[in-house]
């Protein structure tokens, strides 16, 4: 497991681990003392490190580059009765996006989200999880879809934003985000966001409107990432520190400022380091939104997600 | 590409260049505006005779709202709406200043109380509420005072059944507010959907700049999308797409004329034919 700068003292302690399961292997003695005594002092270690994170570690372990990524989430939800569908019916298939129909505890669900690679070679394939208009197109094309046959909707996010090139800008990025935000303000069906690791500014809000917004503990979501914050208000690239506690990015701020609606816990070090239990948790949250969901009429739940979005925003008046 | 290179809610564009007096000997009792774009010298008052429009290559100088208001409603009457919201500082944001003190100043400086001010009144004899940004305040950032100034302008046409027009004139999201500004785009939004509902025509007018957020909102959301010739439209700002793409980019990208051609824009309007054009779509609207 790759550690971050920050878990450094559990290097250490990983480091005597190793070596004394070593020993245990080649020399044949009984190490099981040692090695239990090291498991439980990694584990106070992590559990200590953990209780203290600061957003910018937040942020940190939302980009873990082991960290489970959409199509993991999906194949697990969906105990891999998962169909992926392709492609916006316009210009092509962005592979920074994906979805399709996939079926959790026994019913039908559209699931989409943007994907990240995995390794060097996937991370360029994937655009490194930024959708071009296409993508977004591709997102509500599969969401109007699911809204004809009256399919709940689950979106999972992670991204570093919506991709900056020329050819998005010919094609109409702007719109096709606005466009998402727009019409997923009125989709028939439930829809239930969840952010599984970097929810960056107006591309993950581009599949991020719903009736319930839930963040993965170790999750930031915000207008900008933290260092383009710094490089932009400080003209440095050095405050992205400051930036990320500036932003208030973290689960636990975007509930404080009621902007999300729940935050689902993580296995202690990060969803990286027990993926089952990630993916167990999400879609724990995910049924029992669900439920909830499901009980309202059409009208009235897209009523009370628009009225949602409506009375967000602080301000003084006169 | 890295996370870094994101973001880009602001841009900065280029900027007419005005000139004291004493640097120009020739003309007493006033000043000198060079076009940025081919470079001609005037005088201010031969320039905003001409609505601050270069008389030789048709550069399109931003103005402010209170311009408008100006050429745009009849006998320049007009209402102002949500005239006394303004900024809470929900996040106790500070970067180099606090916001708070940021908000104070550019309060002061500009006499206005945020980047947007909404007005109601008669263009060509048909009603109309506008809800126009205001640039020189904080890059006319889109923060919750932007958003709920949208909502009341939106409230006010549904209840009196006038048609909304958004001019847009933003660098983006207000990152001093963080996700609440990144809200509005779908609080907005919100709006919108309540006033196609109730089939009420929705006009956005593009200005330079509208880049960011307001790009991926309300400015290209209309039931007819304008623009002002030469206008800056994009998601991204220039530089940042430049950063991307590692070259510069092409004379002309991401201009009204270039968004129109990609099929984004439904006319470019000169600002003389504003409110001859406004009032000629309204009528349609409404007969
Ligand atoms: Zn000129």
Redesign the interface.
């Known amino acids: 497991m790759i550690l971050l700068e920050f878990e450094e003292p559990i290097a250490k302690l990983q480091e005597q681990l190793d070596k004394a399961i070593e020993i245990a292997e080649q020399a044949d003695v009984d190490m099981s003392a040692t090695i239990e005594e090291l498991e439980h002092r990694i584990r106070e270690k992590r559990r200590e490190i953990y209780a203290n994170l600061t957003p910018w570690q937040r942020v940190q372990v939302s980009?873990h580059p082991e960290r489970p990524y959409t199509l993991r989430y999906m194949q697990a939800l969906t105990e891999g009765d998962f169909a992926e569908l392709h492609g916006d019916r316009n210009v092509k298939d962005d592979k920074a996006m994906v979805g399709g129909f996939g079926t959790i505890n026994g019913e039908t669900f559209m699931l989409i989200g943007q994907q990240k690679g995995e390794n060097t070679k996937m991370r360029t394939y994937r655009?490194?999880g930024?959708a071009n208009p296409e993508g977004y197109r591709k997102a509500l094309r599969l969401m109007k879809l699911a809204e004809k046959f009256n399919k709940p909707i689950v979106t999972l996010i992670d991204t570093?934003?919506?991709?900056?090139?020329?050819e998005?800008?010919?094609?109409?990025?702007?719109?096709a985000?606005?466009?998402n935000?727009?019409e997923m303000?009125?989709l028939k069906v439930p829809v239930i966001v969840v952010i599984i690791g970097?929810g960056?500014?107006?591309g993950a809000?581009?599949i991020g409107?719903g009736d319930r917004v839930l963040m993965m503990e170790n999750t930031w979501?915000?207008?900008?990432?933290p260092?383009?914050?710094s490089?932009?208000?400080?003209r440095s690239?050095d405050?992205k520190q400051?930036?990320a506690t500036?932003?208030?990015?973290t689960a636990t701020d975007?509930l404080e400022?009621k902007?999300i609606d729940e935050i689902i816990k993580e296995p202690l070090g990060g969803a990286h380091t027990n993926p089952r239990e990630a993916y167990d948790a999400v879609k724990a949250a995910i049924l029992k939104h669900h439920a909830e969901l499901k009980a309202l009429d059409p009208v009235k739940r897209m009523d009370i997600r628009?009225?949602k979005?409506?009375a967000?925003?602080?301000?003084?008046?006169? | 590409?890295?996370?870094?290179?994101?973001?880009?809610?602001?841009s900065r564009t280029e900027k007419g260049i005005v000139t004291e007096t004493k640097d120009k000997k020739e003309v007493k009792d006033g000043l000198w505006y060079k076009c940025p774009k081919c470079r001609e010298i005037i005088t201010t008052e031969d320039h905003e005779k001409n609505l601050n429009v270069c008389p030789i290559c048709g550069h399109h100088e931003r103005i402010a709202t209170k311009k408008y208001f100006e050429l745009m409603f009849d006998n320049n009457q007009f209402t102002e709406l949500a005239a006394?919201?303004?900024?809470?500082d929900?996040?106790n944001?500070?970067?180099?200043q606090p916001y708070k003190e940021r908000i104070v100043k550019t309060m002061k400086k500009t006499g206005l109380k945020d980047a947007m001010t909404v007005a109601v009144g008669e263009v060509n004899g048909y009603g109309l509420v506008v809800a126009a940004m205001n640039f020189e305040f904080i890059g006319g950032s889109m923060?919750?005072?932007v958003?709920?100034k949208i909502?009341r302008a939106a409230d006010y046409s549904l209840e009196h059944r006038i048609p909304l027009m958004i001019m847009s004139k933003s660098g983006g999201?207000r990152?001093?507010?963080?996700?609440?500004?990144?809200?509005?785009?779908?609080?907005t939004?919100?709006?919108?959907?309540?006033l196609s509902e109730a089939k009420i025509p929705y006009i956005s007018f593009c200005l330079d700049p509208t880049t960011?957020?307001t790009?991926?909102?309300?400015?290209?959301?209309g039931d007819v999308n304008l623009a002002e010739p030469g206008a800056l439209?994009?998601?991204?700002g220039p530089r940042?797409?430049r950063d991307?793409?590692g070259h510069d980019?092409p004379e002309g990208?991401?201009r009204s004329e270039f968004v129109l051609e990609?099929?984004?824009l439904d006319m470019i309007i000169e600002r003389k034919d504003i409110k001859e054009k406004l009032g000629q779509l309204l009528k349609m609207f409404a007969s």
């Open positions: 980009r655009n490194f930024m570093p934003g919506a991709y900056p090139g020329m998005a800008e010919e094609r109409g990025q702007g719109e985000i606005a466009r935000i727009y303000l009125n970097e960056a500014s107006g809000l581009g409107v979501y915000s207008v900008i990432s260092e383009s914050c490089s932009i208000l400080w690239w405050f400051q930036a500036a932003l208030k990015l975007m400022l902007l628009m009225d979005y409506i967000m925003g602080v301000y003084n008046e006169d | 590409m890295t996370p870094d290179k994101q973001g880009g809610w602001f006394n919201i303004y900024s809470a929900p996040l944001f500070t970067d180099t923060g919750a005072v958003g709920e909502a999201a990152m001093m507010e963080a996700a609440i500004s990144l809200m509005q785009l779908a609080k939004s919100a709006k919108l959907n309540r960011g957020g790009t991926a909102s309300y400015a290209m959301l439209i994009g998601f991204a940042v797409i991307t793409v980019l990208f991401q990609h099929g984004f």
